[in-house]
C-alpha cells in the first residue's frame, strides 16, 4: 500500500483550515455590521457638513427611534442661491417664531430639490447668527454682484403656488422653472412636509423625509440650525442650575389679543386659561420649580403672585411679538422668546398649548416623557408623536 506524504497534505489542511476559519469570521462579522445598518441599537443620523451641505459623518439622537439608517443627498448646490429670507430688506410679515422655523425648513427642502445653495438672510428684528451658530448657512450681499434675483413672497396662501407644483411635477424641473432668479429670496411661513413627501421621487433628493414622524423632522432641522451662541446657552443653564427642586415643571399659555399684544388675533380665551392654572394648582408644589412662558405681562404678573411663596424659574426681558412689537428695545424682547424657547425644551415636564411655539419646543425636547397638552376642559398627558390628535387645526401649515 502506497503511503501517504503527511507533511504536504496536513500543510495545505491546515491552510484550508485556516481560511473557513477566516472566512467564518470575516462574514460573520460583515453580517454583524450589515445587521446592524438594518437593526442599528442606537439610532443614527448623517450630520451635515456646513459648508458643502453634505453629510459627514454619523451622530445618535435619542428621540430617534427608527431603524433605517438616514441618509441626505449629495448632491452639489451648483444653480443659484435659494435664500430664506425675514429681513429688512423688502417689507412684509415673517410671522412668528414658529412660522420662521417652518419657513427655513421649507426653503431648505426646496433648495435641495432645485439643487441650490441654501442660505438665511434674517434680522428682523434682529440678526439671527448674533444669537445661534448658524455658519456658512449665512446671506452675504457680495453674492449680487452681477447676478439677477427675486423676492418670492410664498406666505399665507401665496405659498400653494409651490405647494401645487410640488404634488404635480412628475421632476424637478417645474420646481425649478418656479425660481427664474440666479438669487431667489424667500419669504415662507408653512411647513410643507405632506407637499414635499407627494413630490415624486422625493425619496431620491430627501429620503428622510419619507421616513421621519414630524416631531423628529423637527427635531433634525431645529438642531441642524439652532445651535445656540454660548451666552444663550449659559443664560438657560443658569436658570435651571436655580431649581430648589429636582424637576422642572413649565407650561406655555399663548394668549394672543391683550393689553401687552393689542393688535394680535385671539388665540385662548380669557375663560380657557384657568385649566392651565388649575392643573398647575394640582401639582405638588414642594417637588417642582414652577415656569411659564406666556405673551401676556398681565398673565405673568398674576401667575408670579400667585406662587411668590414657590420655587419659581425666572427669564430676563420683557414680553414681545417679533412680529408685530415695533418699539422699545426689540432686541430685548426678541432674546426673551428665545430664552423661553429654549427653557421649555429643557423642562422635564411641560404643558403645551395651541401654539406653533411650545410644539416646536416639545418637538426639540429629547425628554419622552413629562409632556402634556392643554385642551379647553382639562390638562392631559401626550407625546411629541401626539400633539396633532389634539390640535388638528394647522398650526404650522395652511389647512389641506
Known sequence: MKRWNCG?????????????VWYTVWKGDITDKFDSML?????????????????????????YNHTNILKLSKIKRTEGYLVYDCSHRWQGSCGGWSDRLSGIFSTYILAILTNRKFLINFDNPCLLQDYFELHDWIYNETILRN???????LKDDS??????????????QP????????????????????????????EKYVPWITELHYADISHYVLNLFLRPKPFLTKTVDSVLKSKQTKTSFC???????????????????????HVILDFIKSIDKRKHDLFLATDSDNLQRQFTAN????????????????????????????????LDFLLLSKCDKLVVCESGFSIMAAYLRDISDGLYCWTRRS??????????DFFPKPLIGPPR
Open 8 to 20: 504536504r497534505i496536513c500543510s495545505i489542511a491546515a491552510v484550508a483550515i485556516c481560511l473557513g
Open 39 to 63: 437593526h442599528p441599537t442606537t439610532p443614527l443620523l448623517w450630520r451635515l457638513d456646513i459648508r458643502t451641505n453634505e453629510p459627514t459623518k454619523k451622530i445618535s439622537y435619542k428621540s
Open 147 to 153: 447676478k439677477t434675483s427675486e423676492n418670492y413672497h
Open 159 to 172: 405659498g400653494r403656488k409651490i405647494m401645487n407644483i410640488l404634488t404635480s411635477a412628475t421632476s424637478v
Open 175 to 202: 420646481i425649478k422653472n418656479f425660481f427664474t432668479a440666479e438669487v431667489s429670496f424667500v419669504r415662507i411661513n408653512w411647513d410643507m412636509t405632506p407637499e414635499f413627501r407627494k413630490f415624486l421621487h422625493v
Open 251 to 273: 407650561a406655555h399659555a399663548r394668549i394672543g389679543r391683550s393689553s401687552t399684544l393689542p393688535n394680535d388675533n385671539v388665540r385662548t380665551k380669557a375663560e380657557d386659561v
Open 307 to 338: 406662587y411668590s411663596n414657590n420655587f419659581l424659574l425666572k427669564v430676563p426681558g420683557r414680553i414681545t411679538h417679533i412680529d408685530q412689537t415695533k418699539t422699545g428695545d426689540i432686541c430685548d424682547g426678541f432674546q426673551r422668546q428665545l
Open 379 to 388: 390638562v392631559v398627558p401626550c407625546s411629541r408623536y401626539t400633539i396633532h
